[in-house]
Structure formats: C-alpha cells, structure tokens
C-alpha cells in the first residue's frame, strides 16, 4: 500500500514538473545508478568467491607438500631401520 501511494506521488510530481526541470532525465540516471551499484556488488562477491576458493586450493596444496616431506622422512627412517638390522644379523 504504501508503494502504491509512493508510486502515485512520485508520478504526480514528474507529470506536474515542467520539462526544463528533467525530473526525468534524474529518475532514469538514478535507475542507472543502482544497476551499476547492484553490478559492481555483484562483481565483488564473485571476486571474494574466487579468492575464497583460490586460498582453498593453497592450503590444500601445502598439505600435500608437508605430506610429501612426512613420507620422505618416514621412508629414510624405514630404510636407516633396515641397514640397522641387516647390521645386526650380519
């Protein structure tokens, strides 16, 4: 309801303004306005998205790498173990 009457207003004013006034060329420049804002809002979720993900496949990638270093490290334990005991039964 109160759109409506909002709506009613506004539309009286723009049909009583005078041409010279561009109440117009206002309303159409305000619609312009809150696309681009809209867009841009847009723009910058989509940024945050693809950042977001992007940090995600990082840390992903390090925990590849520190799983990596652990199994090097485990097997050069694995094969200083086996020296040991071919030491030992020798």
């Known amino acids: 309801m109160k ?3 909002l709506f009613l207003v506004l539309s009286m004013v723009v049909l009583m303004a ?3 006034e561009g109440f ?3 309303i159409i420049g305000g619609i312009i306005h809150a696309c681009k804002a809209i867009h841009r809002a ?3 979720r ?3 998205g693809e950042l977001q993900v992007e940090q995600e496949l990082q840390q992903q990638l390090q925990q590849l790498k520190q799983l ?3 199994e090097k490290l485990n097997q050069r334990f694995n094969r200083e ?3 040991r005991e071919r030491v030992v039964f020798n």
């Open 42 to 44: 847009i723009q910058r």
């Open 24 to 26: 117009i060329s206002h």
């Open 46 to 48: 989509r940024q945050r």
């Open 18 to 20: 005078e041409p010279g």
């Open 68 to 70: 990596q270093q652990q």
């Open 3 to 5: 759109c409506t009457i």
């Open 81 to 83: 173990q086996l020296k």
